[in-house]
T-cell receptor
Framework: DTEVTQTPKHLVMGMTNKKSLKCEQH?????MYWYKQKAKKPPELMFV???????INESVPSRFSPECPNSSLLNLHLHALQPEDSALYLC?????????????????FGAGSRLTVL | QKEVEQNSGPLSVPEGAIASLNCTYS??????FFWYRQYSGKSPELIMF????GDKEDGRFTAQLNKASQYVSLLIRDSQPSDSATYLC????????FGTGTSLTVIP
């Protein structure tokens, strides 16, 4: 299994809603990532989990709350979002973290969750 | 802040031609370099990675790395309309740093 699975594919929510994005991988990867991507822009790193511990938080607003229940799962909890948070949210995983690069530490992306905040 | 620069394009080439995509990076300590392809509305998919100076070939794709010049490129031979996409260069430091991407259009 060489896939990163993200659900839901599309999500529409109001500014007062609470929702979650889910990500799952079964490649034995020990690093998992959340990226946010706006149209015609590169992926923007939000969070990195390494060995199930949060290792990087790129100063993301607290209305985004990540969770890593185990080595295969990564969630992103959403609450009180703003319309400007509408974007494609990408989950990714890698064998190890970038700083431990070993020549094959490739970032594998899921298909993404398209979020629209009304 | 580590910087990864790419020409945003758009780059247009006729079908069958060679497309050349370029990327420069600021951190001399960067160890590995990746090229991702992203179709509109889809997620990035890995084309190839390179970590040693020189060329690396995979089918119609060749990645070239010159660490002294802090430069990595991707050549696409015999370009096809299906190659039309945005190509993202990524470089590792303590995380993966992405360039802004180059939009490529292959004209039939």
């Amino acid at each position: 299994d060489t896939e990163v699975t993200q659900t839901p594919k599309h999500l529409v929510m109001g500014m007062t809603n609470k929702k979650s994005l889910k990500c799952e991988q079964h490649m034995g990867h020990r690093a998992m990532y959340w990226y946010k991507q706006k149209a015609k822009k590169p992926p923007e790193l939000m969070f990195v989990y390494s060995y199930e511990k949060l290792s990087i938080n790129e100063s993301v607003p607290s209305r985004f709350s990540p969770e890593c229940p185990n080595s295969s799962l990564l969630n992103l909890h959403l609450h009180a979002l703003q319309p400007e948070d509408s974007a494609l949210y990408l989950c990714a995983s890698s064998q190890g973290v970038a700083a431990q690069f070993s020549g094959a530490n490739v970032l594998t992306f899921g298909a993404g969750s398209r979020l629209t905040v009304l | 802040q580590k910087e990864v620069e790419q020409n945003s394009g758009p780059l247009s080439v006729p079908e069958g031609a060679i497309a050349s995509l370029n990327c420069t990076y600021s951190d001399r300590g960067s160890q590995s370099f990746f090229w991702y392809r992203q179709y509109s509305g889809k997620s990035p998919e890995l084309i190839m990675f390179i970590y040693s100076n020189g060329d690396k070939e995979d089918g119609r794709f060749t990645a070239q790395l010159n660490k002294a010049s802090q430069y990595v490129s991707l050549l696409i031979r015999d370009s096809q309309p299906s190659d039309s996409a945005t190509y993202l260069c990524a470089v590792t430091g303590n995380q993966f740093y992405f360039g802004t991407g180059t939009s490529l259009t292959v004209i039939p």
